[in-house]
């Protein structure tokens, strides 16, 4: 690390406040990261302006915040931004994207246009009079459904006992669901100011999905902006609920479009329980994170966990009496229940595929034998065309 770094000058900084205090987001334009500094971290990073040394930084941030710093402290939170990439000497300016095989995403395309030219024509949808009229449109719906309740449920239970043609149809129109949702987050982000850098796939616990890269939210001042970005993509899928739900009760039982209307408020409703669940890494998830003002929520709190057992258990560990009374007891209820809930979901989904191995235990016996013939013989074939 030389003497005098430099924090870039291209960064995007927003304060927000905390309880009463105040934090900053810092985002890199280049690699679409963001960072929260608490403010003697962002102190530091106003001072590294590639002409004051490290030991001037210490004493200056020593004298403002009435701490004793180190020069060593100042060197190691230095070192982390510029493995961040952070620095104007930097050579990591872009941070790898974390892969997880319990939640993988590829991006696929870059929205920005695409979303611009719809924001010009869906505006709006964020007006008080649609919200107000969408509100009594579902309000209209419910009344319908619950007017003919016993139909309803006999029709569910009747789609419950699925068939290969049913599983495609709603596998199709859950993707319609959740395309129109994601694109709905992506509006509701250009609405507040911000831009969205990225759209594409996503496998959460092996279950593929379509995913909207909103991270421009964290530089949002008003905690109601960040929520209702992550909200108002769980709003779309009730309107289109709500919307199946009239049709289907309006049309003749006989028409195609009544049996495609019930099988639309099937999809909708999943998918809004599924992303309720603050548990996994989806909108529920990113909701919480925002109403407890707490990033990372989930890799924090299961990470608490662990190092409590190891404690208790007896082994050393990081000190975690640096956390508030608050932040502990929310990382210990909330790292216990996602830890339990991921596993046991882990075990249902191993268990469902085990029984497909089982079902079709030949086929994958003979698709072996193929794919180990292929590979032994593969060497002798290029050795005899060489």
């Given at each position: 690390m030389r003497l005098y770094p430099e924090f870039r000058q291209d960064l995007v900084i927003r304060e927000h406040k905390v309880d009463g205090k105040a934090v900053y987001w810092v985002k890199d334009p280049v690699a679409n990261t963001f960072f929260r500094f608490i403010v003697f971290q962002y102190?530091?990073?106003?001072?590294?302006?590639?002409?004051?040394?490290?030991?001037?930084?210490?004493?200056?941030?020593?004298?403002?915040?009435?701490?004793?710093?180190?020069?060593?402290?100042?060197?190691?939170?230095?070192?982390?931004?510029?493995?961040?990439?952070?620095?104007?000497?930097?050579?990591?300016?872009?941070?790898?994207?974390?892969?997880?095989?319990?939640?993988?995403?590829?991006?696929?395309?870059?929205?920005?246009?695409?979303?611009?030219?719809?924001?010009?024509?869906?505006?709006?949808?964020?007006?008080?009079?649609?919200?107000?009229?969408?509100?009594?449109?579902?309000?209209?719906?419910?009344?319908?459904?619950?007017?003919?309740?016993?139909?309803?449920?006999?029709?569910?239970?009747?789609?419950?006992?699925?068939?290969?043609?049913?599983?495609?149809?709603?596998?199709?129109?859950?993707?319609?669901?959740?395309?129109?949702?994601?694109?709905?987050?992506?509006?509701?982000?250009?609405?507040?100011?911000g831009k969205v850098q990225d759209m594409g796939f996503i496998l959460i616990f092996f279950l593929p999905g379509l995913y909207t890269n909103v991270s421009d939210s964290y530089l949002f001042e008003r905690k109601r902006d960040r929520m209702i970005v992550m909200l108002v993509g769980m709003y779309s899928g009730i309107l289109i609920g709500a919307t199946a739900a009239i049709i289907w009760r309006i049309t003749d039982q006989t028409a195609w479009i009544h049996q495609v209307s019930l099988m639309l408020m099937m999809a909708s409703l999943w998918g809004l329980l599924f992303n309720l669940n603050p548990l996994i890494k989806l909108d529920g998830y990113y909701m919480l994170n925002d109403w407890f003002d707490m990033p990372n929520l989930r890799r924090k709190a299961i990470t608490y966990v662990k190092r409590l057992v190891r404690s208790i258990a007896g082994y050393p560990v990081e000190s975690i009496r640096s956390l508030t009374r608050r932040q502990r007891r929310i990382y210990a209820g909330y790292g216990v229940m996602a830890s339990i809930y991921s596993l046991g979901l882990i075990g249902v989904i191993m268990v469902f595929l085990g029984e497909i191995v089982l079902d079709y235990v030949s086929e994958f016996i003979l698709a072996g034998l193929v794919v180990g013939f292929a590979t032994a013989v593969r060497p002798s074939v290029s050795e005899d065309s060489s």
């Open positions: 102190y530091v990073a106003t001072l590294l302006d590639g002409t004051t040394s490290l030991e001037e930084i210490g004493r200056s941030v020593s004298a403002r915040m009435g701490l004793t710093v180190g020069p060593e402290s100042i060197e190691t939170f230095v070192k982390r931004l510029d493995t961040y990439g952070l620095l104007e000497t930097s050579t990591a300016h872009e941070k790898t994207r974390q892969r997880s095989l319990l939640h993988y995403t590829i991006p696929l395309i870059n929205p920005q246009r695409m979303i611009k030219w719809l924001y010009a024509r869906l505006s709006w949808c964020f007006t008080r009079t649609f919200v107000l009229a969408s509100i009594l449109w579902v309000g209209f719906a419910v009344w319908l459904l619950s007017s003919d309740w016993e139909a309803y449920t006999t029709h569910v239970g009747a789609i419950m006992r699925l068939t290969s043609s049913t599983l495609v149809d709603l596998y199709i129109l859950s993707f319609l669901v959740i395309t129109i949702h994601e694109f709905a987050h992506a509006l509701a982000c250009r609405h507040f100011g």
